[in-house]
């Protein structure tokens, strides 16, 4: 069994900034692919960015810039650092990773944080 535990949302004005982490629990042999999600009120979850295992970086273009994703892999951590966080940028975030498990280690698997939320207001 894999967990996936995130923390750091809150509340934060305009133009300010927080950092996300997800730590990764469990049976695990490979962590592949690490990213963020997001989903705001009313909207579909939308990819915010990923990180492979090789370290190569992909973010959607409403954060680039402004965010920045890493992972530490003897932690199994993966961390989102945001920056001049805007009111449009309030949404539950979600922690994806892309394990093999002790149990399973041939077979990629994807496993999701319970979300952490981020509100950005004045």
């Known amino acids: 069994h894999v967990q996936l535990v995130e923390s750091g949302g809150g509340l934060v004005q305009p133009g300010g900034s927080l950092r996300l982490s997800c730590a990764a629990f469990?049976?695990?042999?490979?962590?592949?692919?690490m990213g963020w999600y997001r989903q705001g009120p009313g909207k579909e979850r939308e990819l915010v960015a990923v990180i492979t295992s090789g370290f190569i970086t992909k973010y959607a273009d409403f954060v680039k810039d402004r965010f920045g994703i890493s992972r530490d892999k003897a932690k199994k951590t993966v961390y989102l650092h945001m920056s001049s966080l805007r009111p449009e940028d309030t949404a539950v975030y979600y922690c994806n990773a892309d394990v093999q498990t002790m149990s399973n280690p041939s077979r990629k698997l994807p496993y999701w944080g319970q979300g952490t939320q981020v509100t950005v207001s004045s």
């Open positions: 469990g049976s695990i042999f490979i962590i592949n692919d």
